[in-house]
């Protein structure tokens, strides 16, 4: 279960919404309501909208809408039930507080919007709105445990990460980039995206303007996935692609005679190497590797920078 909270200064528009007044092609049924009269929603604002005049509070209104996955088992007695209990979690005293709440019914998941005034009946301080975020969270979890509702992971904040479209894409995602990028050892950046490719995902990295990597996502099936995501963020990646340059480098240096021609393949530093390599030699290589890759970042860098100067004019001397 999800909770949204937004504050505000008019109940009008906000229960308006709530009732789907103004919007015919939504659908929307009132299932609770504590300390006001009436049936409409036009009678709900005007009495808490009253009562919040009294008071010096700027913002009164507190819109929470509850939200749960397409999966969950869960009636209006449910509903009816995890919205008082909402209420309670956050502070608000169910005899001393005006509350409505609606269903909606316009997606796929069920979901519920509540309206409660801030301003207490009978005076008083209004209802604390700080850390809305965290008592949120902390409301909902009491409120799964107490109705046996499914939770949601604690690094998850939106239903849509639990649609089963997402968690293949994830899973997909990850498994790929976990084969190439540790048990193929894939080492640049063009064949990473072109292996990828190949298997039917996207691929976006982002650069910063020193050719640094610092962003990467991907696409499976009109599906967006972050590397985050997955476990793989730019850094990492970056330092793969990097220790499989080197990896490859020590495989390959037993390999050709010292006099032999060296095969050129594009994207590869081509360094020779006896059969007798110390491991200090190959620290040597490593470090070599490793200042060519910096130089080369700088070239790259030097040239952007110089395509993007406007060139002097000349003038004749008249």
Known sequence: ??????????????IMYGAAEKQPKKKAKLIDSHNVMG?????????????ANRSKCKNPVWHTSL????????DEGKMRKAARLYCEGIGANLDRHQVVVYQHFDQKHPHIHIYLNRVPIGGGAALDSSH?????????REIERNLNFQPLPAERTSLSDHLPSKIQARQKVKEALTSLLIAKKINSIDKLSEELTSL???SRFKYDRNDKLVGCSFRVNEVAIKGTEVGFKAKQIDELLS????????????VLPKNEAVPFEPGYLVIRASANETKADLSKIEKSLWQSQMQLR???QNAKTMSHKKPVKKFKKM
């Open 1 to 14: 279960m999800i909770a949204k909270t937004v504050l505000g200064s008019s109940f009008s528009g906000a």
């Open 39 to 51: 049936t409409t929603a036009e009678h709900f604002a005007l009495q808490m909208q009253s009562l």
């Open 67 to 74: 939200s749960w996955p397409e999966n969950e088992a869960i």
């Open 132 to 140: 809305n975020y965290a008592r949120n969270v902390k409301a909902c």
């Open 200 to 202: 039917g995902i996207e």
């Open 243 to 254: 220790h499989n340059s080197i990896d490859l480098l020590k495989t390959r240096k037993d």
């Open 298 to 300: 700088q070239i790259k």
